[in-house]
């Protein structure tokens, strides 16, 4: 019986652990990427090719209006020029963290 309690325990103790957040990196041609503004100032941008739903990559509420409004601007720019972008994300949440023009 004791065993099992103990068992018991370590179970829930594992399951209660949240996931640890680990930095992706993503290289990509911008040009099939979805970008879509959301009213008062949220970005969202789809089908990038991480492994999150539908490619989905957004910024946290930490993130700044000049954030949101370069990382536009830099994809407007990759997609006219044909070069790729790199962004570095939060594979757990989903949430881009950096991002740069190769």
Known sequence: ???IAIAALCLAT????????AEALLESDPI?????????????????GSPCQYGRLSFSS??????????FSMVLTARSTGRKMG???DNVSCEIWSF???
């Not at 594992?14 to 957040?21: L, M, S, W």
């Not at 930490?62 to 990382?71: L, P, V, Y």
């Open 14 to 21: 594992i399951g209660a652990t949240p996931a640890v957040a």
């Open 62 to 71: 930490s993130a700044t209006i000049q954030d949101k409004d370069r990382f």
């Open 87 to 89: 962004v570095y994300y």
């Open 1 to 3: 019986m004791k065993k």
């Open 32 to 48: 099939d990427w979805r970008l879509q503004n959301y009213v008062p100032n949220d970005i969202k941008v789809f089908f990038t």
């Open 100 to 102: 740069y023009l190769l």
